[in-house]
C-alpha cells in the first residue's frame, strides 16, 4: 500500500514540473515578441523622425497623436512624406520575413528566400517592360501599370513554379532547381530589354533593381497589409505542421502529414506576399534571408513564435535599414535596397561558410 501511495505523487510532481518548464518556455518567448514588437515601435519613431528637416522620437509621438497641434508644414512632413514611407518599411519587411521563414522551412535549406524561385526577377521584368514599352491598357497610367505588370509577372512565375514541381514532384530539390533556372532565365531578359532601353528608361529600371520605398502611399500600405494579414492567420494555423517538418520528411509524414501538398500551399502563400510586397518597392533583398535567422536565434524552431518573430524581425531589419539609407550619404536618400544587401551578403556568406558541409 505503501509503494503505491508513493507512485501518484511521484507523477503529480513530474507533470508539476513539466508544466513549469514549458509555462517558462512560453514565458521568454512571449517576452522576445514583445522587445522584438517594442524595438519595432522604437525605430518606427525613429524612421518618421530621420531626414532632413530634424524632428525628435518625442515630436514624432506627439504630433502622431495630436496632430491638430502641429504646423502645417510639420504636418505635411510627418503624415505625407515620412509616415507612408516608414510604414512600408514595416508591411514590406514583415511580409518578406514571414515568406522567408516558411521557405526555409518547407525547402530545409537556410539560404532559401523568396528570391530562390525568382519572384523578385520576375517583378523586375515586369515592371522593366512597361518602362522600356511604356503602353497604358484600359486607360490605366504608367504608375499603376508598372506595380500591377510587376505583380502579374511575378505571380504568373510563382505559377509557373509550382505547375512544373506539381507536374514533376514538389521535391525540395526540384522546386529549388526550377527557382534558379527561372531566375537566370528572367535576368537575362531583363539584361536584354537595358540593352535596348533608352537613356532615362535604363535609369530607371537600373532604379526599380536597387529597391526604393520612395514610392510608398498609404494605398500602397494597405494594400501590403492587407495581404499579410490575410495570410499570417493561414501560417499559424499551419504551425504544427511546419514545426513537424523541421524533424524531417518521414518524421513528418509518420505524423499524417502531406508533405507535397503543405509545400505546395505555403509556396503559394509565400509567391503572393512575395509579389504584393516586391510590386511597390522593387528589389529588396536578404529581408527574406536575414530576418527569419534572427528569429531562429532568439525563438527556436517552434513556429507559432518562430514565424511572427520572423515577420517582426524582418520589419524591424527593413525599418533600420531605412533609417541608415537617409543617414549613411548625408543630403541624399539611398535606395534601400542598396543597405538590406549590405547587411545581408555578411550573413550569406556566413552561413556558407559555417553550413557548407549541410548544403
Known amino acids: 500500500m505503501a509503494v503505491n501511495s508513493t507512485v501518484p505523487t511521484t507523477d503529480a510532481s513530474d507533470t508539476q514540473t513539466l508544466a513549469q518548464h514549458y509555462r517558462r518556455f512560453i514565458g521568454w518567448r512571449l517576452a522576445a515578441l514583445l522587445l522584438l514588437a517594442f524595438a519595432l515601435a522604437i525605430s518606427l519613431l525613429c524612421d518618421i523622425a530621420t531626414g532632413p528637416a530634424s524632428l525628435t522620437p518625442n515630436q514624432v509621438l506627439q504630433g502622431l497623436i495630436y496632430p491638430e497641434e502641429l504646423d502645417a508644414a510639420t504636418r505635411v512632413i510627418i503624415w505625407e512624406v ?3 514611407y516608414a510604414l512600408m518599411a514595416l508591411v514590406v519587411g514583415a511580409a518578406l520575413g514571414l515568406a522567408g521563414a516558411e521557405m526555409q522551412t518547407v525547402l530545409n535549406n537556410p539560404l532559401a528566400s523568396p528570391f530562390t524561385l525568382g519572384v523578385g526577377a520576375a517583378a523586375t521584368l515586369g515592371a522593366s517592360l512597361v518602362i522600356v514599352f511604356p503602353v497604358g491598357l484600359f486607360g490605366l497610367s504608367t504608375a499603376v501599370m508598372l506595380p500591377l505588370s510587376a505583380f502579374v509577372f511575378a505571380t504568373a512565375a510563382s505559377g509557373l513554379i509550382l505547375l512544373l514541381s506539381r507536374f514533376f514532384g514538389a ?4 522546386v529549388v532547381l526550377f ?3 527561372l531566375l537566370f532565365g528572367l535576368n537575362a531578359l531583363v539584361g536584354l530589354l537595358q540593352f535596348i532601353a533608352d537613356y532615362d528608361a535604363l535609369q530607371q529600371i537600373v532604379f526599380w533593381t536597387m529597391g526604393s520605398l520612395a514610392r510608398a502611399s498609404i494605398d500602397k500600405v494597405l494594400v501590403v497589409a492587407l495581404v499579410l494579414f490575410c495570410c499570417l492567420p493561414f501560417s499559424m494555423a499551419q504551425s504544427w505542421s511546419l514545426t513537424a517538418l523541421r524533424s524531417g520528411e518521414d518524421q513528418a509524414r509518420s505524423l499524417g502529414i502531406r508533405v507535397e501538398r503543405l509545400r505546395l500551399i505555403v509556396l503559394v502563400r509565400v509567391s503572393l506576399l512575395t509579389a504584393v ?3 511597390f ?6 529581408i527574406g534571408l536575414v530576418g527569419p535567422h534572427i528569429a531562429r536565434l532568439l525563438l527556436g524552431e517552434d513556429h507559432r513564435f518562430f514565424l511572427p518573430g520572423s515577420a ?9 535599414s531605412s533609417i541608415a539609407s537617409k543617414l549613411l550619404v548625408p543630403g541624399i536618400l539611398l535606395p534601400v535596397g542598396i543597405v538590406t544587401a549590405l547587411v545581408g551578403i555578411p550573413l550569406f556568406l556566413a552561413l556558407i561558410i559555417t553550413r557548407g558541409r549541410e548544403l
Open 179 to 181: 527557382g534558379i533556372a
Open 171 to 174: 521535391g525540395v530539390h526540384t
Open 277 to 279: 510586397a516586391l510590386s
Open 281 to 286: 518597392v522593387g528589389e529588396i533583398g536578404f
Open 82 to 84: 515620412r509616415l507612408p
Open 312 to 320: 517582426l524581425a524582418g520589419a524591424l531589419l527593413l525599418s533600420l
